[in-house]
């Protein structure tokens, strides 16, 4: 999964979370003796949703010198990411302090924006399904009528699990980009910038929810 003779500066893993952890922690002993636990130079953070603050606290944390003047870890594990973090992360990420690097695990790399993608190399680990459960919802979610989108969300909505929401727009939109529907590109701007206040508490998720079912889709 990773080679030590040439170990690039940051991996986004999609799997499960404990397994990735665990090849993770095998390869870093096995190729340079480290144990993450207890080691001052390996940082390891989860997180439900990883935003701007957190980003922004890696790039301090990155910044600084090594305890043991060795390789810097940082192996950060979330369910959501925030395009603001993502736009930080790029920074972090086009210009590493030397011998860091960074293992990001989730569950799906279609939340990742292009240009942050090209950043890192994307690896699914065999703990990954081959379909991402939001992928299959947004793909049937296109193909329904209005109607039926409104029952769909209405569910998502009595959940109130915004984490799943912000999820399932992410890859609403990869399903739009991927069937390259130029037609439907002023919708897929709505859904983006509708996405960005999914984590917010004020907005009523139901309200976003349906708006995004009535779109041109």
Known sequence: ????????????????????????????????????????????????????????????????????????????????????????????????????????????????????????????????KNISPGDNEAERFVAMSPRDRLVFVASMAEKKDRTAAEMFLKALIAELHEKKLETRAKSIREIVSLAKYVKDRSPSLKLILERVALLDL
Do not use: C, W
Request: glycine letters at 6%; charged letters at 25%.
């Open 1 to 128: 999964m990773f080679s030590s003779d040439f170990l690039h500066h940051a991996y986004f893993i999609e799997g499960d979370r404990r397994a990735v952890l665990a090849d993770i922690e095998k390869f870093l002993y096995e190729s340079f003796k480290i144990i993450r636990r207890g080691h001052p130079d390996v940082h390891y953070s989860e997180h439900e949703s990883f935003g701007i603050d957190e980003s922004r606290r890696l790039r301090g944390m990155q910044s600084m010198k090594p305890v043991l003047g060795g390789k810097k870890i940082f192996i950060i594990a979330f369910d959501g990411l925030t395009d603001e973090a993502q736009n930080s992360l790029l920074k972090i990420f086009e210009e590493p302090t030397p011998e860091t690097h960074f293992f990001v695990i989730s569950s799906s790399a279609r939340m990742l924006l292009p240009t942050l993608r090209s950043r890192v190399v994307v690896i699914f680990h065999s703990s990954a």
